[in-house]
């Protein structure tokens, strides 16, 4: 994850709407991004996010709405205007050109002084490590040597705001990881303010000092990769990041230091207040790895259920676990893998005993 950054606007999005036709992309989206900061646009297919990116690329104009970028409005800027750069999915490297080549040709284009070109490009083989590579073309590179060819390129130009879109996505999962580690290195040497769009959230939450979930063109949350994971607003965000067991109840008990929610299969007692009313209805959230098993019943009569071992994901340092409830509900418990010994594990059929703690639960309302 991308190191957090001070407050203050450096780009500021305000109010931003495009439609296309009657149907609106984005909808009244509103969001101040810091100087140096790596922000992830996340959501599914559809959600709006490339269109946002397309705005502040340029390629599209808001139907209302400002983007204010150091200061300066980007109304009616066109993209080769902008001191932003956009670095694709596919890389669009020049088949035919060297990597130096490739690097320079930005450079070329603005009719920069030679002496400048060489030095700017012969810096930036040297952040990206390819200075050895300099004469290849790209196919004789890696995929991840490729995607930094095309990192590289983007930065030559010294943008202000580097717009990153699925960066990784024709990578495979290895070599993504290793690459997102090592792109958020280079981002963050160079110090360039940067917003990326992504459908995956490993990725996002591997990369980002803060995250923006969107859904039918909204911010439905804006926060660190934490916040996200931890303190979900919505039963859309808990559900979207990672796992998560999330479980229809009642408020039964409503006191400003403790709760509890009853729901078909247990009650939840939470060690602290909510906002909410007696007899509401609710979703609490639960995570996977935040639940214990046990053999044996565990002392009290709250955050506890017997379930049957339905299913189990074994994952080298962690097992999930699947359990049946008494209703035929699923509660999803994650292990971790610490001990060799897997004699005790709990296996397929086992009666066990799922418990957490009073402060393990979210409580969503919406
Ligand atoms: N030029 C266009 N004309 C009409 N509708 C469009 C246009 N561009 C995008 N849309 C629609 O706007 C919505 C948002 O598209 P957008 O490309 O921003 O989604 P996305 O979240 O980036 O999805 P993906 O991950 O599939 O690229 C989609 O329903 C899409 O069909």
């Keep these: 994850m991308a190191k957090p950054q001070a407050d203050g606007a450096f780009l500021r999005i305000d109010s931003v ?10 909808d009244q989206v509103s969001l101040d991004i810091a100087k140096g900061e790596i922000f992830a646009l996340l959501g599914s297919s559809g959600c709006g996010k490339s269109t946002l990116l397309r705005m502040l690329a340029g390629f599209e104009t808001p139907t209302s709405g400002r983007i204010i970028l150091n200061g300066q409005d980007l109304a009616g800027k066109p993209p080769y205007e902008r001191p932003v750069n956009m670095m694709f999915q596919s890389y669009a490297l020049f088949p035919h050109m060297t990597v130096a080549d490739n690097i320079a040709f930005g450079l070329r284009r603005d009719g920069l002084p030679k002496a400048e070109i060489a030095q700017r490009v012969e810096e930036m083989l040297r952040l990206v490590q390819l200075t050895k590579l300099a004469a290849r073309k790209p196919h004789q590179l890696s995929g991840g040597q490729q995607q930094r060819v ?100 009642r408020i039964v008990v409503d006191e400003a230091d403790h709760v509890q929610i009853e729901c078909a299969d247990f009650m939840h007692h939470i060690g602290h207040g909510i906002t909410g009313y007696l007899g509401q209805q609710v979703t609490v959230a639960v995570r996977p790895e935040k639940i214990s098993l046990s053999a044996e019943q565990p002392a009290g009569r709250f955050n506890q259920v017997p379930g049957t071992v339905k299913e189990m994901s074994y994952f080298g340092d ?40 009073p402060n393990a639960q979210v409580v969503l309302t919406q």
Aim: with cysteine; proline share 3%; hydrophobic share 40%.
């Design 17 to 26: 709407v495009k439609e296309f036709g009657d149907f609106r992309a984005v």
């Design 318 to 357: 962690t097992t999930l676990y699947h359990l049946e409830l008494a209703s035929g509900a699923r509660l999803k418990v994650t292990v971790e893998n610490d001990s060799r010994d897997r004699s005790n594990a709990p296996t397929w059929g086992d009666r066990v005993w799922a418990h957490w703690q």
């Design 150 to 249: 095309a990192l590289a390129r983007s930065l030559a130009k010294r943008p202000q705001l580097l717009l990153l879109d699925e960066p990784l996505g024709a990578l495979d999962k290895k070599l993504r990881e290793a690459t997102q580690i090592e792109l958020v290195n280079i981002i963050e040497q160079v110090g360039v303010t940067c917003v990326m769009v992504t459908h995956d959230q490993e990725e996002a939450m591997t990369m980002a000092s803060r995250i923006a979930v969107m859904s039918e063109g909204r911010f439905l949350q804006v926060g660190s990769p934490a916040d996200i994971y931890e303190t979900p607003t919505t039963r859309f965000v808990a559900d979207f990041i990672g796992n998560v067991n999330l479980t229809d109840g």
